[in-house]
C-alpha cells in the first residue's frame, strides 16, 4: 500500500481526487444523496423485510434439533463412522504408514483440489465439455471428503448447515425423475443436478478455514480472469453477428457487433458465469491482505465487466446492477451516495451500441424481447394443467410436454421457459418451485444475518457479501432468463449458494468459538 502511495501516478491523481470529495461534500447534490438514502434506510429499518431478515422462523429454530436433520446426518456418515472405526482398530499401522500418512493429508485437503476442479471447469472450452466432468469431479470430491474424517472423530459431512428448505428442495429434484410424465429423458438431468447437490454437500462440509474460503474466491477469479480474456481474443478476431441473439430489423440495433461467449456457446450463457463470477472476486480483491489476492480480485473483475459488456446480454447487465447495488448494501451503505453519483455520470460515457442495447429492454417490438411472451403463455397454460407434480425433471422433459400438449405458438421452436421460476415449476412442480424460492431466500437471509455481526471474520464476511449478492442478481436475471439450461452453468450457480452456505458456517464456528 505504502508503495502505491508513493508512486507518481497516485501523488498527481490524489489532489485532483481531494478536490473532487471536498466539492462534492459541500455540494447540493450531496445533500439531495444523503436525504434520499436516509429516507431509504430509515423505511427499511421498520419495513416487513428487514424484520424478516432478523427474527429467526420456526422451522429455522427446530432444523438442526429436528429427527429428519439428525437422522439424515446419520445416514449420510455411515462411510465416515465405518472409515473412523477401522482407524482406531488400526491405528498404529496407519499412524507408522508413510503412505497413509500422505493418503491423509491429501483427503483433509479437499478444499484445494476442489479450487483445481473448479477452475477446470470454468476454463475447458464448450467444444471439449461433457457434462460428466462435473459428475466426476464432486463425486470424487464426495470420496475424497468421506475419507477425510477417517481418524477424525468428530467431523462428518454437513446436512444441517444446508437448511431445511434447500434439504427439501433436492428431495423434490429426486422425485421429479420417477414422477415425470418422461423419465428417460428426465434421467439424465437427475445426473446434472445429482452434481449441483453433491457441489453444496462437499464445499458446505469441507471448509474449515477462512484459507479455504478464500482459495476458493481465488481459483474462481481465475478463471473469470482465463475466460474474460478469451472473450476479448473473440473481440479482436472478429464475431460474426448471430441473427438469432440480436433482432436486425431493428433501428436500435443497426451497428450492433457480434456477441462474444468464450468457453461457453452462448453469450447470454457467458455473460451468466460472469454476473456470478465478478461479485466473487470483488469480495476477493477487498477481502485478501496480500498484493496478489488483492491484485488477482481487482483484475479480474475489471476484466470480467469489460467482458459483461462484450456479451450484450441486457438481463445479466441487470442482474449484475442488482448485485452491485446489494453489495454496496451490505459492505459499507455509507458509499451508496458515491456509488449512485459515479453511475449517473459513467452513463455518457456508454458506447451508443450499448444505450441502444439498453433502450431495446423496453422495446417490445424487438424480437428477442417479444419472442419470450409465448413462452411465457405456454408455461403458464401447461402449469394450469399439471401445476404440482410438472412435466418432470429437465428442459427435455418440459419441451415434451409443451409439445405433445400442442401449448407453444410463437414463431420459434420452444427451447425452455426463458424464465427460471416457471422452469423450475415446470420440472419439478409445486414441491420444487416452493422450495427452491424457500432455500434461496433462506440462504440470503442467513448471509445477510452473518455479516452484520461484529464477529464475523473480514475475509469470511466479503465471501459471503459477494455470494449474496451474487445470488440475488441471478435470482433478478431468472426473471427473464433460465440460467440451468446450460448443466455447467447450473453448477456454477451451485457453487456460488455452497460459498456463502460454508461462510456462514464459518462465521456461526467463530462466533460460539467451536474449532474446526
Known sequence: METVRSSILCQLLAPLWRQLCAWYEGSLLAVVIRGI???????????VIIQFIIRDGVLDKAWKDSLLCR???FLINIPTKILHAIYKKFEAAFEGSFFAQLAFSVVENTPVFISWFMLAILVIPFESWNNAYSLLVYGGGLVLAIFSGMRRKDWGLDIASLGPWLVAFGAAVVLAWPLSAYPDASFRFLKYYGAAILCVIVIVSTVQRREHLMRLLGFSSMGLAVMSLYGFYQRIMGVEVNASYVDMTQSLNKYMPGRVDAFFDNPNTFAQVLLMLIPLAVALMLGSKGWFGRFLGFGSAGLGCVAMIMTYSRASWLGLAFAAAVFVLLWNRKIIPAAIFVVCA????????VFNRILSIFNFSDSSTSSRFPLYAAAGEFLTMRPILGAGLGADAVRSAISDLNLFHGHDKFVHCHNMYLQVW???GLLGIVTFLGGMLWTVKKGVKAVAKVTCDAQVRMAIIGGTSAILGCL??????????????MLIFWFVCAIVLAGVRLAGREETNTPA
Open 71 to 73: 437422522g439424515l446426518t
Open 426 to 428: 415446470c420440472e419439478t
Open 346 to 353: 459513467a452513463i455518457p460515457f456508454l458506447p451508443e451500441t
Open 37 to 47: 438514502a436516509d429516507l431509504i434506510v430509515r423505511w427499511c429499518t421498520g419495513s
Open 476 to 489: 433478478l436475471c431468472g426473471m427473464a432468463d433460465y440460467l440451468w439450461n446450460y448443466p455447467r452453468v
